[in-house]
């Protein structure tokens, strides 16, 4: 497969002034003539007339209305054409039904939607499919289909006939199409200038009842775009369609995004808490992508987290504007650190502005978006609040209607601020997650505290010779009482070694360093346990009194783990006074009852030299687990009955952190009361929230047999819901169990494998079970690796994304790698594998 490199970016040699698609809707023989007004580009050296296209059957070509022969390959087409502006028209046929990568024009569930992001749009027609190239389409559907959507505002509505006219430019891989039987749930919005905009969330009949709130979150998206960013929505009309099959979470297309139903539809009865809170996020994550994405794009596929990062850290925002800020943090970092660092500190490891890619779609990962997102806030602290505002202002006053770079992003904050960011791009250029060590001094005599920082990348095939990065290193000082003797302060670090002090102190104080995880970073501070204690029991910034209790916990379970000791008693004390503090949200105690995953636990050992053993992690944390609840039965029971909520189900933030703390003492108390409680739970609910907790907590006492019987009976017909009763029984499964339970399930009648939600809901499941993934038997691994093998041709995009399972693998023992690399070999041995597999598997195998 070929290489394409950033360096090698070239616009393209013409300039697209209007599109207009015709496409006459067919289950097999879908008709799509297009109309695009071509005319030579200015800026542009090269001038070879090359349009993608893959998988089309090209019916006929005309240049200004004459016929021509082009050039077809594989991948595209070229064709002599005029040296001066010309009209290009095709008619192409195309398979919608026989499309199963859920990529192009494709069906779910009886309906046709498409997806063209990156590059899905040439499975449409033949067009120059880059996102530089941006023009004004116009689109006509003609099918016997009672809704017929396109992108912009409506033009021309009539039986089996619809136009649609988009007046804002954009790259292809913003347009959309959907057609179907479909109803509405529909509102109303005015924007701020007083502009009406028609609200519609269409879903299949029968969902109906579940769109209300995403039709919420839509409304207050849009609400909090124009307060916090100024930005208003720009289009009569905006449509949120929901479909089974999608192989991501949701795609912003202009005016018209398409959602997979797992991330639009919710309701009491069949969302859980965490279900809602990531519909939110995503509705508002694609509602700001009309103006950082859509409103401005970018100008090749290496810019990607120029829309994305951004997108993510302002839908981060909103989030903690509708809830609480702590618990968002933590939860972003909890993730950050499992997913991105896993990636970043592994074979997958890449910049957050990658300089080659085979696949583009391999490269929308934790690193672009979560790391990128992690990028804009250290921006963000670094030049203060009242800049940052400034420059996004900037950014959207000087690349309005842009496809723009990394490079024009940075600029406005250079314009803005006199700074220099020069070495603040490493950022973008640098892969590896950075090392930082503090080293305390205390000179009693003058009162002066000093921290001297060194930081280190280590160096990976992405980046040979990391070099330092800029670090905002936001740092508090605790005094022996617990009370804060200096308040947070940003020290701005650029150097390998850096010290900074602190004066006038009358003692020594305890540092409360990366406050608020001002660094994506793995920080390692040497404090004793008694600094630590304080840090949890008194640290001002809840980030870092949630980190001082995670880091004990951590060492605690390393102890248990490597030589097998009990539980630490000094830091099951501390959590006890955390958990009894009324003062503190229910949901940041629920936090402070979690562990570090078994993932995290792996990634330590190896980072200290040692091999991580699955089975003996797991025993650890279930050992701790249960002196947890036995050591905390009592108070588990009374914060149960307190927190219970009584009132009718919300899915706010009060409510659900009650439930989150409730049901995190309900898994624990199951383990030494068993399993009455949850079944009362189980058997009392009114929402998914505790049902599927309860269900947990039995499955994993291993009562849960009858249970799930009845849960199946009364879900079999919600296929969402049915998603996370296939999930739970494999990630509830003992370890020796795990890939015998997600075979099983293989075989049930409703395991549709084509379906990326459903296969997801077991093999994803599988992946996240550390012990159960990795059992020495090394059947998980032999599992996944088949189900790939079948899913590639089928999907490759989703199988491409499982691959990466298998990236942590050099952390295991030779026996596990010996294993995973027969798995590995056995993948990339079958024939015609798909591009995307291939390139992941590849890197993984390095
Ligand atoms: N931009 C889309 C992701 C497209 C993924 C293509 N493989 C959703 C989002 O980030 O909002
Ligand atoms: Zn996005």
């Given at each position: 497969p070929q290489t394409i490199y950033l360096s090698d970016y070239q616009p393209f040699g013409f300039l697209v002034d209007e599109v207009a698609l015709t496409f006459d809707l067919d289950p097999h023989k879908t008709r799509v003539k297009s109309r695009i007004a071509f005319r030579p580009n200015p800026a542009a050296q090269e001038a070879d007339f090359f349009l993608h296209g893959e998988q089309l059957k090209l019916v006929s070509a005309q240049i200004d209305g004459k016929p021509v022969t082009p050039k077809v390959t594989e991948r595209g087409l070229t064709c002599d054409v005029p040296d001066g502006p010309f009209i290009w028209e095709a008619e192409v046929e195309i398979d919608p039904k026989g499309n199963t990568a859920l990529e192009g024009l494709y069906m779910s569930g009886g309906m046709y939607c498409t997806q063209c992001e990156a590059e899905g749009f040439r499975k449409i027609t033949y067009y120059p499919d880059r996102p530089d190239v941006m023009s004004v389409f116009t689109v006509t559907i003609n099918g016997p289909h009672p809704v017929l959507l396109s992108n912009g505002n409506p033009v021309a509505q009539g039986q089996n006939h619809a136009e649609w006219h988009d007046p804002w430019p954009k790259p292809a891989y913003l347009f959309a199409l959907v057609a179907g039987d479909l109803v509405a749930h529909s509102d109303r919005f005015t924007t701020m200038s007083g502009r009406e905009v028609d609200l519609n969330l269409y879903v299949r009949p029968g969902d109906e009842g579940k769109c209300a709130f995403g039709m919420e979150a839509l409304k207050a998206s849009m609400k909090w775009d124009e307060e916090v960013y100024g930005r208003e929505y720009d289009l009569d009309i905006f449509n949120i369609v929901a479909v089974d099959d999608f192989n991501m979470g949701a795609m912003e297309n202009k005016g018209l995004n398409i959602f997979n139903s797992a991330a639009v539809l919710a309701s009491p009865e069949t969302s859980t808490d965490d279900n809602f809170e990531r519909i939110e996020a995503i509705i508002a994550h694609e509602y700001f992508h009309n103006w950082t994405g859509n409103r401005i794009t970018c100008r090749d596929w290496f810019q990607l987290c120029l829309k994305e990062g951004l997108t993510v850290y302002r839908d981060a925002q909103f989030t903690s504007d509708m809830r609480s800020p702590a618990v968002k943090r933590i939860g972003d970092v909890i993730d950050l650190r499992a997913r991105q660092f896993a990636e970043d500190q592994g074979p997958l490891a890449h910049p957050v502005r990658p300089e080659s890619f085979q696949e583009i779609n391999n490269f929308y990962t934790a690193t672009v978006y979560e790391k990128g997102a992690e990028v804009i806030g250290m921006l963000k602290t670094l030049v203060g609040d009242d800049a940052y505002a400034k420059a996004l202002d900037l950014y959207f006053e000087r690349h309005d209607g842009d496809a723009a770079t990394i490079e024009n992003w940075l600029k406005v904050f250079e314009d803005t601020t006199g700074r220099d960011l020069t070495q603040f791009k490493r950022w973008y250029s640098q892969a590896g997650t950075p090392r930082l060590s503090v080293v305390e001094a205390w000179d009693a005599g003058k009162g002066i505290f000093t921290l001297t920082f060194t930081q280190h990348t280590p160096p990976s095939t992405a980046t040979l010779e990391p070099k330092p990065q800029v670090l905002p290193i936001t740092v508090g000082l605790i005094g022996a009482d617990g009370a804060e003797v200096a308040p947070s302060r940003v020290l701005e670090m650029t150097e390998a070694e850096q010290s900074f002090t602190f004066d006038g102190l009358d003692a020594r104080p305890v540092a409360s360093v990366l406050r608020g995880f001002s660094a994506p970073v793995v920080l390692d501070q040497d404090l004793s346990k008694e600094e630590r204690l304080l840090l949890l029991a008194h640290d001002s910034d809840p980030f870092n009194r949630w980190e001082a209790g995670r880091t004990l916990a951590r060492q605690s379970l390393l102890a248990a783990i490597t030589e097998n000791s009990a539980p630490d008693d000094a830091w099951l004390a501390a959590q006890r006074a955390v958990l009894e503090d009324e003062t503190l949200e229910p949901a940041y105690r629920a936090l402070m009852l979690g562990l570090p995953s078994h993932a995290d636990l792996a990634s330590t050992l190896h980072d200290a030299g040692k091999t991580p053993d699955p089975a003996a992690i797991h025993q650890a944390v279930e050992a701790t687990r249960d002196a947890m609840a036995e050591r905390f039965a009592a108070l588990l029971g009374d914060l149960y009955d307190r927190h219970r909520v009584d009132a009718p189900y919300q899915p706010n933030a009060a409510q659900s952190g009650k439930r989150a703390l409730t049901n995190a003492a309900l898994a624990l108390l199951t383990r030494v009361e068993g399993p009455a409680r949850a079944q009362a739970q189980f058997d009392d609910a009114d929402n998914m929230t505790q049902q599927l907790s309860a269900l947990a907590a039995l499955l994993r006492a291993g009562q849960g047999d009858k249970a799930l019987a009845a849960f199946e009976a009364q879900w079999r017909d919600d296929r969402l819901v049915m998603d996370k009763w296939f999930g739970l029984q494999v990630s509830q499964a003992a370890p020796e169990k795990a890939a015998e339970v997600a075979r099983r399930l293989t075989q049930h009648a409703d395991f549709n494998w084509k379906n990326p939600n459903r296969f997801r809901a077991v093999f994803g499941s599988l992946a996240m079970h550390h012990a159960g993934f990795h059992h020495e038997s090394g059947k998980g691994y032999a599992l996944l690796a088949d189900w790939l093998i079948k899913l590639d041709p089928v999907n490759p995009q989703t199988t491409a994304r499982m691959c990466?399972?298998?990236?942590?693998?050099?952390?295991?023992?030779m026996a596990r790698q010996k294993m995973i690399e027969t798995q590995l070999d056995r993948i990339l041995a079958s024939p015609d594998l798909s591009r995307d597999t291939s390139e992941m598997l590849s890197r993984i195998r390095g």
């Amino acid at each position: 497969p070929q290489t394409i490199y950033l360096s090698d970016y070239q616009p393209f040699g013409f300039l697209v002034d209007e599109v207009a698609l015709t496409f006459d809707l067919d289950p097999h023989k879908t008709r799509v003539k297009s109309r695009i007004a071509f005319r030579p580009n200015p800026a542009a050296q090269e001038a070879d007339f090359f349009l993608h296209g893959e998988q089309l059957k090209l019916v006929s070509a005309q240049i200004d209305g004459k016929p021509v022969t082009p050039k077809v390959t594989e991948r595209g087409l070229t064709c002599d054409v005029p040296d001066g502006p010309f009209i290009w028209e095709a008619e192409v046929e195309i398979d919608p039904k026989g499309n199963t990568a859920l990529e192009g024009l494709y069906m779910s569930g009886g309906m046709y939607c498409t997806q063209c992001e990156a590059e899905g749009f040439r499975k449409i027609t033949y067009y120059p499919d880059r996102p530089d190239v941006m023009s004004v389409f116009t689109v006509t559907i003609n099918g016997p289909h009672p809704v017929l959507l396109s992108n912009g505002n409506p033009v021309a509505q009539g039986q089996n006939h619809a136009e649609w006219h988009d007046p804002w430019p954009k790259p292809a891989y913003l347009f959309a199409l959907v057609a179907g039987d479909l109803v509405a749930h529909s509102d109303r919005f005015t924007t701020m200038s007083g502009r009406e905009v028609d609200l519609n969330l269409y879903v299949r009949p029968g969902d109906e009842g579940k769109c209300a709130f995403g039709m919420e979150a839509l409304k207050a998206s849009m609400k909090w775009d124009e307060e916090v960013y100024g930005r208003e929505y720009d289009l009569d009309i905006f449509n949120i369609v929901a479909v089974d099959d999608f192989n991501m979470g949701a795609m912003e297309n202009k005016g018209l995004n398409i959602f997979n139903s797992a991330a639009v539809l919710a309701s009491p009865e069949t969302s859980t808490d965490d279900n809602f809170e990531r519909i939110e996020a995503i509705i508002a994550h694609e509602y700001f992508h009309n103006w950082t994405g859509n409103r401005i794009t970018c100008r090749d596929w290496f810019q990607l987290c120029l829309k994305e990062g951004l997108t993510v850290y302002r839908d981060a925002q909103f989030t903690s504007d509708m809830r609480s800020p702590a618990v968002k943090r933590i939860g972003d970092v909890i993730d950050l650190r499992a997913r991105q660092f896993a990636e970043d500190q592994g074979p997958l490891a890449h910049p957050v502005r990658p300089e080659s890619f085979q696949e583009i779609n391999n490269f929308y990962t934790a690193t672009v978006y979560e790391k990128g997102a992690e990028v804009i806030g250290m921006l963000k602290t670094l030049v203060g609040d009242d800049a940052y505002a400034k420059a996004l202002d900037l950014y959207f006053e000087r690349h309005d209607g842009d496809a723009a770079t990394i490079e024009n992003w940075l600029k406005v904050f250079e314009d803005t601020t006199g700074r220099d960011l020069t070495q603040f791009k490493r950022w973008y250029s640098q892969a590896g997650t950075p090392r930082l060590s503090v080293v305390e001094a205390w000179d009693a005599g003058k009162g002066i505290f000093t921290l001297t920082f060194t930081q280190h990348t280590p160096p990976s095939t992405a980046t040979l010779e990391p070099k330092p990065q800029v670090l905002p290193i936001t740092v508090g000082l605790i005094g022996a009482d617990g009370a804060e003797v200096a308040p947070s302060r940003v020290l701005e670090m650029t150097e390998a070694e850096q010290s900074f002090t602190f004066d006038g102190l009358d003692a020594r104080p305890v540092a409360s360093v990366l406050r608020g995880f001002s660094a994506p970073v793995v920080l390692d501070q040497d404090l004793s346990k008694e600094e630590r204690l304080l840090l949890l029991a008194h640290d001002s910034d809840p980030f870092n009194r949630w980190e001082a209790g995670r880091t004990l916990a951590r060492q605690s379970l390393l102890a248990a783990i490597t030589e097998n000791s009990a539980p630490d008693d000094a830091w099951l004390a501390a959590q006890r006074a955390v958990l009894e503090d009324e003062t503190l949200e229910p949901a940041y105690r629920a936090l402070m009852l979690g562990l570090p995953s078994h993932a995290d636990l792996a990634s330590t050992l190896h980072d200290a030299g040692k091999t991580p053993d699955p089975a003996a992690i797991h025993q650890a944390v279930e050992a701790t687990r249960d002196a947890m609840a036995e050591r905390f039965a009592a108070l588990l029971g009374d914060l149960y009955d307190r927190h219970r909520v009584d009132a009718p189900y919300q899915p706010n933030a009060a409510q659900s952190g009650k439930r989150a703390l409730t049901n995190a003492a309900l898994a624990l108390l199951t383990r030494v009361e068993g399993p009455a409680r949850a079944q009362a739970q189980f058997d009392d609910a009114d929402n998914m929230t505790q049902q599927l907790s309860a269900l947990a907590a039995l499955l994993r006492a291993g009562q849960g047999d009858k249970a799930l019987a009845a849960f199946e009976a009364q879900w079999r017909d919600d296929r969402l819901v049915m998603d996370k009763w296939f999930g739970l029984q494999v990630s509830q499964a003992a370890p020796e169990k795990a890939a015998e339970v997600a075979r099983r399930l293989t075989q049930h009648a409703d395991f549709n494998w084509k379906n990326p939600n459903r296969f997801r809901a077991v093999f994803g499941s599988l992946a996240m079970h550390h012990a159960g993934f990795h059992h020495e038997s090394g059947k998980g691994y032999a599992l996944l690796a088949d189900w790939l093998i079948k899913l590639d041709p089928v999907n490759p995009q989703t199988t491409a994304r499982m691959c990466s399972a298998f990236q942590t693998w050099r952390r295991y023992d030779m026996a596990r790698q010996k294993m995973i690399e027969t798995q590995l070999d056995r993948i990339l041995a079958s024939p015609d594998l798909s591009r995307d597999t291939s390139e992941m598997l590849s890197r993984i195998r390095g």
